[in-house]
């Protein structure tokens, strides 16, 4: 069982690998994405595939691996770095880490959230540059959560547990999108299914927790920040492409809205000379939603039990059904 792994993974993960039986692992050990050329060339002939989300898994890369690529393991939730269709084509099974980051993305989320409502960052720059002269009524002053409206947009497993989180803050009111309404995951926090636009109109924060597809690309655009109140704080930790980027730059720069948190971005990297960096009411960190040290350890290892799994012709712990 030839594999290739694409990065260098938490060393539960390799070992997991190479502790079982018949598993010879080729790896691009490094921190750093594989360049294409390798990729290209270290997939060819494997029968397993473990990739991250920076790894483009196309038809190029499925035609230089072979018709012997049966497992496809991601270590993400995220799979829009997959060419579904091409997979499911040649009958390759996939496998994907959810529920073991919802935890940890659902508190970044939530702490970005609060960063960009109280500028925080904003804030500890102002007292190393000692532009903190002394206390005053009307200096850094932001938005709080309490009685406020908190619109989400997909309420799956990381948007459920944001708002399990937010809600002890004094949420008033919980709004939704998605494909369809889902009244069992609202009835906690007595959500309410939306339209996009009336949840652009009420929320005084907007939460972006839903998966990139076709229909969520490009969808936080012009006329979704022209709907939002100028005092409210759009934060994304989904994917960088449910975003127009340039609509949102508009929206900030303009005062259409007050702040922006981004944990994602496109492209990622952001250059550092985006315009979006420029801007004091918006806060980029570089995606790490699911960095915590046990996460990234346990997905580094239902990533591996899912490629031996799948390799195996056993039920993998997570497979995404294709
Ligand atoms: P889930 O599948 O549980 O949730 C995805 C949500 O997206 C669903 O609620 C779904 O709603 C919603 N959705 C789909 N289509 C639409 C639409 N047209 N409009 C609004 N919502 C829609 O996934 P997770 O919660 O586990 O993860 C969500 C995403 O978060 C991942 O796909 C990944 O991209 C991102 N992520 C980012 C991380 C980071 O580091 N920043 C870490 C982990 C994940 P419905 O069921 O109604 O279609
Ligand atoms: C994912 O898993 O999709 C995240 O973006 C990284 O953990």
């Not at 939730?77 to 659902?106: N, S």
């Not at 809600?167 to 999108?177: A, C, D, I, Q």
């Not at 975003?243 to 496109?266: F, P, R």
Request: proline residues 6%; aromatic residues 6%; glycine residues 8%.
């Amino acid at each position: 069982m030839a594999v290739f792994v694409t990065r260098r993974i938490p060393a539960e993960g390799l070992r997991v690998l190479s502790q079982a039986g018949g598993c010879r692992v080729q790896q691009w050990d490094s921190e750093e994405p594989v360049p294409r050329a390798e990729l290209l060339a270290g997939v060819a002939g494997k029968r397993g595939l473990l990739c991250l989300l920076s790894d483009r898994i196309d038809r190029e890369v499925l035609e230089a691996a072979g018709p012997g690529l049966k497992v496809i393991s991601t270590m993400s939730v995220g799979f829009d770095h997959l060419a579904l269709d091409e997979i499911k084509k040649r009958g390759i099974r996939v496998g994907y880490t959810p529920d073991v980051l919802t935890d940890a993305t659902a508190e970044l989320s939530v702490a970005l959230l609060l960063a960009v409502c109280r500028r925080l960052p904003e804030a500890v720059e102002q007292v190393k540059n000692g532009g903190w002269t002394t206390w005053k009524p009307l200096w850094m002053c932001g938005y709080g959560l309490s009685d406020s409206t908190v619109g989400i947009i997909g309420l799956g497993r990381i948007g459920q547990a944001v708002a399990r989180r937010l809600k002890p803050f004094g949420v008033k009111k919980f709004l939704y999108t998605g494909s369809c309404p889902k009244p069992e995951s609202a009835a906690e926090f007595e959500a309410e299914f939306v339209p996009l636009t009336r949840l652009a109109e009420e929320s005084d924060f907007v939460v972006v927790t839903c998966a990139l597809t076709p229909a969520t690309q490009g969808m936080c655009n012009k006329d979704f920040f022209s709907r939002m109140k100028t005092t409210s704080v759009f934060v994304n930790t989904s994917r960088g492409a449910v975003v127009n980027q340039e609509d949102l730059y508009d929206a900030l720069a303009h005062g259409q809205i007050a702040a922006a948190g981004l944990d994602v971005t496109t492209p990622e990297p952001l250059p550092t000379d985006h315009p979006l960096l420029s801007l004091k009411n918006c806060v980029i960190l570089p995606h790490v939603g699911s960095a915590t040290y046990a996460t990234r350890n346990t997905m580094a290892v239902l990533a591996a039990d899912n490629l031996l799994a799948g390799l195996r012709g056993e039920p993998m712990p997570h497979e995404l059904l294709l």
